[in-house]
């Protein structure tokens, strides 16, 4: 049986969402139970939430995510040795006293999958001018934007990035303003990192009545979600998302766990090689000409084995990555 906490909410139709569906494939694979609890971006709630699943003796594995929670989900690995965790997004081994053995933590590597979705971006703008749109100016947020920068240019040197911050993951009128910004310096193709409060730059572009202007997701497949959601008016102004892919690497650990090899006291970082990161191929993508795929094909595959090297934020300080 697996418990998670949620760093926001469920239905950001990002990456809690892609979390929760991991964990329903593995409810529907193995007939487990499955439960959750929703921070709401209240983190210091974060260790009382790990604590009280830890203690229930419930839970054979208790879930947990994010930069934004790493630090209580550490100090319940190191209160509760003999209860199994999974931290996606951060390591939770890097302490005085880690690595643990048992806890599992896994990284994605964003800013390879960012890379390819700037390289389309670059490739697909008719004014020159993209945007990005992150949450917070954490390292996470960066490396995505590293990525996102270095496809863009890769594609078009002239490219001109708009580059702005909501501030938080929830704020989806803030985001919704910073959206129209960019649009109105230009910017056609608009890419946000910052999980439920992104809905507001697609409303904001589809509310905006202008054709040939894209939204990039994030995390999740968001074409997909809002096409499940009856809303056809933001799907069809999804270009593609950077997808994290959260819940395919957690039914990925657990089929591990069943069959007895996952390295608990281990950290790994999973990237396009893997398969864990990259654009959704659906919405706008499905329509690219084919000249356009087959370099992409090539640029994938040049990233995959490590032709193409995509620069990070991690390592960096905050001077240095506004900088960049």
Sequence with gaps: NVATVFSTTLGDKSFNDSCWAGLNTLKDKYGIEIA??????????????LTEYAESGNWEIIVSGSYSTVEGAQADVEAFPNQKFIHYDASVQDTENGPYANAFSMEYKQNEGSYLVGWLAGKLT?????????????DVIWDFIYGYLEGAKAAREDIKVITSFVGDWENVSKAKDLANDAMSQGADILFHIAGGAGAGMFEAIAESGKTGVWGIG?????????????????ANIVLTSMIKNVGNSLVWAYDKEVEGTLEWGTHVVLGIAEDTVGPAESGGFLNLDQSILDEYKQVKQDVADGKIKVSTAFGHSAEEQAAF
């Design 36 to 49: 959750y609890y929703e921070l709401k971006a209240d983190y210091a709630k974060t260790l009382p939430a």
């Design 218 to 234: 994030v995390d999740s497949d968001q074409y997909a979600e809002y096409e499940a959601a009856d809303k056809p008016e933001i």
């Design 126 to 138: 008719s004014s020159g001018t993209i945007a990005a749109l992150g949450a917070q100016e954490a």
